[in-house]
Each structure stands twice: as structure tokens, then as C-alpha cells.
């Protein structure tokens, strides 16, 4: 059974740091491409980054308003993806998902995601 | 670039068939055949339901159907069950630099 676990939420204040983290199993995670997708209260989905395999560079992207602020990481030998949170704004305020990419030419969707955890910014 | 418009909220009786579009661009839903379409239960992991415009994961009921025309796509998603009620998001690919881009959600109300 495939599983992904999100960890880490929780309150932190406008210009705080927070690490979540993303506990998968049932499927090959080395070789996956993750990504982290949020949504704000109210609000629809909005991509926040990814990371390719380590055999395909472990190369990391991100959304424009993360950019700079945020870092995604991964340990395959634990089979977790992580999001390191740095500068936090009231607008980052989410549940944030992990969810996989299938890593194939051609195809471009999201087939595993985890239920999510909150993140609140707020003075 | 903006987020894929789609309409707040449809409804249909038990039975019937709803669509939900999803409009988007030609650097998006114009430019590339990989729109996706997820299921989401508040509280509960989103449920991947279509992608690439039309393929169906295997275990999604074929009720569920995508098409894309022009920088449109659409969900139709036939003999509406009690449990289909919930909210719906489209995504596409976007380039190399925006990558993903989702729709405002729709949410599906069965009567």
C-alpha cells in the first residue's frame, strides 16, 4: 500500500523557520520525483516545488513566491522528502501536500499524494 | 501566470451528468496535452482521477471522463453517485519555469 506522511506542521511566527517532512512507502522513492503542493485556507492548489531523483541530478525547482525562501531535500536512505521554510509570511499559511510525479517523458500528473499537514504564520 | 479558472460550484441529481471546465491559456492548457484532474475529500489526500486530458488511472469508474478543446479542458463526469461529492481541481503543465498550474477548485455538490 502506498503511503505518503506528511509531518511538521504547526504555528510559527511571520519571519520563522519551519521543516516539514514527508514519510513515504509502497512505492520506489529513490527513484521518484517529489514534489510539495499547498493550499491556503479557502483557496485551490498551487504547486510549491520539486526534486528530481538522485539519478536525475537531484535538481530542485519552486514557485516564484517560495523562491528563495524555501528548500526542498530529500534522504533516500529514510524514503522522506523534506521542506525547509525560512522567512515565513502570513500568506504561506497552507496545508502543504507531498506528492509524486511520475518521472516519464511525454506525461505530466501528480498519481500520489499524502493528506497534508498545516502550517499557520501568525503573530 | 495565473491560476486555471474553473467555476466555484455545479451541482446535479443522483444519475445525472455535470461538467466542469477548466480555462486556462495557451502557454498552459492550450500548449501541452497534460491536464490533470484530482479529487478532493477535505481532511483526506487529494485522488488523482484523470491525466493527460482523457487516460483514466486504473480503478477511476469510466463515469469519469476529461477533453481539452482549445485552451479549455473539461471533466464530465456521468450517472452522478452520492459519493462523487466533493471538490475538484484541474492542473496543467506549464513550461520549464512555472511547471504546474492549478485550477481554483469546483466544488460538486450532488443533490
Known amino acids: 500500500e502506498v503511503q505518503l506522511v506528511e509531518s511538521g506542521g504547526g504555528l510559527v511566527k511571520p519571519g520563522g523557520s519551519l521543516r516539514l517532512s514527508c514519510a513515504v512507502s509502497?512505492?520506489?522513492?529513490?527513484?521518484?520525483?517529489m514534489n510539495w503542493v499547498r493550499q491556503a485556507p479557502g483557496k485551490g492548489l498551487e504547486w510549491v516545488g520539486r526534486i528530481k531523483s538522485k539519478t536525475d541530478g537531484e535538481t530542485t525547482a519552486y514557485a516564484a513566491p517560495v523562491k528563495g525562501r524555501f528548500t526542498i531535500s530529500r534522504d533516500d536512505s529514510k524514503n522522506t522528502l523534506y521542506l525547509q521554510m525560512n522567512s515565513l509570511k502570513t500568506e504561506d499559511t497552507a496545508f502543504y501536500y507531498c506528492?509524486?510525479?511520475?518521472?516519464?517523458?511525454?506525461?505530466?500528473?501528480?498519481?500520489?499524494w499524502g493528506q497534508g499537514t498545516l502550517v499557520t504564520v501568525s503573530s | 501566470q495565473s491560476a486555471l479558472t474553473q467555476p466555484r460550484s455545479v451541482s446535479g441529481s443522483p444519475g445525472q451528468s455535470v461538467t466542469i471546465s477548466c480555462t486556462g491559456t495557451?502557454?498552459?492548457?492550450?500548449?501541452?496535452?497534460?491536464v490533470s484532474w484530482y479529487q478532493h475529500h477535505p481532511g483526506k489526500a487529494p485522488k488523482l482521477m484523470i491525466f493527460?486530458?482523457?487516460n483514466r488511472p486504473s480503478g477511476v469508474p469510466d463515469r469519469f471522463s476529461g477533453s481539452k478543446s482549445g485552451n479549455t479542458a473539461s471533466l464530465t463526469i456521468s450517472g452522478l453517485q452520492a459519493e462523487d461529492e466533493a471538490d475538484y481541481y484541474c492542473c496543467s503543465y506549464a513550461g520549464s519555469y512555472t511547471f504546474a498550474l492549478f485550477g481554483g477548485g469546483t466544488k460538486l455538490t450532488v443533490l
Open positions: 495557451s502557454s498552459d492548457v492550450g500548449g501541452y496535452d497534460y
Open positions: 506528492t509524486r510525479r511520475i518521472a516519464v517523458a511525454g506525461t505530466y500528473y501528480f498519481d500520489y
Open positions: 493527460d486530458v482523457s
Open positions: 509502497g512505492f520506489s522513492f529513490s527513484n521518484a520525483w
